[in-house]
């Protein structure tokens, strides 16, 4: 029976080294193998590796300038790192031996690319030792991603629940358009920023009348219509936001052109100036407009715009209803 023999004339055959030694590699003096154990083998599938020289089978990460098995054992103090050709994304570590005779006995291990190998090679607990700890290891590997996957998962949910809430308390849940809390600390980062806009300060028209003839119902649903509206009517980075119970804000980022400006409110008035039908009663309302630009002030600030926007709406219901105002900072 083919075996090999120890320093101490223990013989163990090669079968029995196999089971021993799942990743083991033995070699004759000229650094021929001579026996590969069937967990190497299965790496090497497709190779001729009985009789092949080890360089022509594995390329040596470490040590530095080491080709041959010899040279490995010497440069190496019996430790090493090497890659088979054939499959060079996954590297093997392990520990050699010169034995008597000159054979050479070198055990492998996959180490750090031990959980590619098991996927890239289809591995089972019978593709390694029974005292190796490799498949225990690569359970607990798998429970920390499971673990890691779960966390990142409920991580996103909780990300997901921060963002929905700060959404819901910045938005008006019966128009769907930003709060005053939202529009305040909007308009506040713009002031800050020295960015220039336009601001609209909009009040229904006639919602007294909607809700004292019709009820409380009838006017939210002009509400959600004037929140339809507005919606319509401004861009992704404008911010349209209720105020108050009748009362809207619109600020537009970039928009200081007195002409847009008036062009915005007119199709914001004759929109709303349409009929609107609820449960078979017309609700009639129409719409008044104060507008002011952050370009008439030498250094706004949000209080001071919505004075000016407050005065400006103010002037537009004196003017007549149903009119937009544009009104300097400094006009009273």
Known sequence: MTGVTTGHEITVDMAGLGGFMPLHILLDADGRVLSAGPTLLRVLEGETVIGARFEDLFDVRSPGGASTVAEVLDRAAERFRIAPRCRGRVGLRGLGRRLPGGQMLLN?????????????????DGDFAATDLAMELLYLAEANAAVTRELRGLNMRLEGARIAAEEEALTDPL???????AADLFLERMCSAAAPFGLLHLDLDYFKAVNDTLGHAA?????????RVLRDQVRAEDCAARVGGDEFVVVLPGRTDPQMLQAIANRIIRRLS?????E????????SVGIVRSSDFAAPDA???????????YAAKHAGRSQAVLMGCDAG
Do not use: H, K, Y
């Not at 078979?280 to 719409?287: D, E, H, N």
């Not at 209080?303 to 709406?313: G, P, S, Y």
């Open 274 to 278: 349409e009929p609107m039908e609820f």
């Open 175 to 181: 128009t769907g358009l930003r709060n005053r809390r």
């Open 108 to 124: 492998l291990t996959f180490g750090i690319d031990l959980i590619a190998a098991v996927r890239e090679f289809t591995l089972t």
């Open 219 to 227: 006017g939210d649903f002009v509400l959600e219509v004037v929140g």
């Open 303 to 313: 209080a001071q715009v919505l004075a000016a926007a407050d005065r400006a709406l």
């Open 280 to 287: 078979g009663s017309p609700c009639q309302v129409s719409a």
